[in-house]
């Protein structure tokens, strides 16, 4: 219990630095989201006074004369009770809601996309070094000479073969745009026909560095006393391999996945704009072109909140599944 408790002080601690720098960084940005505003609104026509741009500061969230200390307590008590604020990018639609649709796209692309790569990686690493010098050890030196590629040149180079090329799937969007949004299974059969390109570059990417750590873990885990005295002991191989080395080659990798999973929010950007695909990534990008500080802060905290949460998780998990940490703690 004391374990778990510290566990949460210190997130609660790191939570709240976050929100801090989360709050200063779209700040200390060149530029003004009011300008920018009010130079669209120009654009359509539209007259601009003193009492304008007063208007649009106090509708943006204290982008004005108070001080700025004052502009952090407003802020923490707005996040308290749910308002990100009006995005300038997609004036006038709230941040809640921008998230809200765009959100969904990127959990389900590369939130499935990692969850595969890591199964598929974690599983081949076993086996290759379960039995090294296999033919499957051999598979080792090309993921990982994939997995160094620029992940831009790889999406490029899939899209030209697969797509331009081949004609098989569909280089850019999210679904057929004369579909309309819903749960309808033709809308989801398409999103899921474009969305396989894309996974497919994340998972070719990314399954190198899950096979060469859990290989080089099984290997190193083969040597050690427990594994002999279990074959000592007359076990089967099946169950060596799965009970003993397995379980204790995977625990980096449990790690490894849990701040993956974390950082799925953040690491859809370049994945979003090489397939033009509407998820979240494409929204912060947007956001920081812009100069869209509600935006920003409402995406950085998704991604803060997706982090921390998975950090969490792993350090509980870890305490259950390795004894040692509880006891270390």
């Avoid at 595969?116 to 050890?137: E, F, K, N, Q, Y």
Wanted: charged content about 15%; cysteine-free; proline content about 5%.
């Amino acid at each position: 219990m004391r374990y778990v408790l510290r566990k949460l002080g210190f997130y609660a601690v790191a939570l709240w630095a976050a929100l801090t720098l989360n709050f200063l960084i779209p700040r200390m940005l060149p530029g003004n989201p009011v300008d920018i505003l009010l130079a669209k609104l120009q654009q359509r026509g539209g007259t601009v006074t003193d009492d304008t741009r007063k208007a649009y500061a106090l509708l943006l969230g204290g982008d004005d004369d108070t001080p700025l200390i004052q502009q952090y307590w407003q802020y923490l008590v707005r996040l308290v009770h749910g308002d990100l604020g009006v995005s300038v990018t997609y004036y006038p639609a709230r941040v809640s809601d921008v998230i809200a649709t765009s959100l969904p796209w990127t959990i389900a692309l590369v939130g499935i996309s990692t969850i595969l790569a890591a199964s598929i990686g974690v599983a081949l690493g076993m086996i290759a070094g379960w039995r090294p010098g296999t033919w499957l050890d051999s598979l080792v030196p090309a993921t990982t000479l994939l997995a160094a590629v620029p992940y831009f040149w790889l999406a490029l180079i899939l899209v030209y073969l697969l797509s331009r090329v081949l004609g098989w799937l569909p280089g850019q969007g999210g679904y057929d745009v004369v579909l309309d949004p819903g749960w309808s299974w033709e809308f989801i059969s398409s999103a899921i026909y474009y969305g396989i390109l894309p996974a497919l570059t994340i998972v070719i990417a990314s399954l190198g560095g899950w096979l060469l750590g859990m290989r080089n873990m099984m290997v190193s885990t083969l040597s050690e006393d427990y594994i002999l005295t279990a074959r000592a002991k007359g076990l089967r191989e099946r169950r060596i391999q799965l009970h003993y080395a397995a379980r204790n080659a995977v625990l980096p990798s449990i790690a490894g996945f849990a701040i993956s999973l974390g950082f799925v929010v953040s690491g859809s950007v370049v994945t979003e704009q090489v397939f033009s695909y509407p998820g979240i990534g494409s929204r912060l990008l947007q956001a920081v072109t812009n100069n869209d500080y509600a935006l920003m802060q409402g995406v950085f905290l998704v991604i803060t909140l997706a982090v921390l949460g998975a950090n969490l998780a792993v350090d509980l998990l870890y305490g259950l599944i390795d004894p040692r940490t509880r006891a270390k703690g």
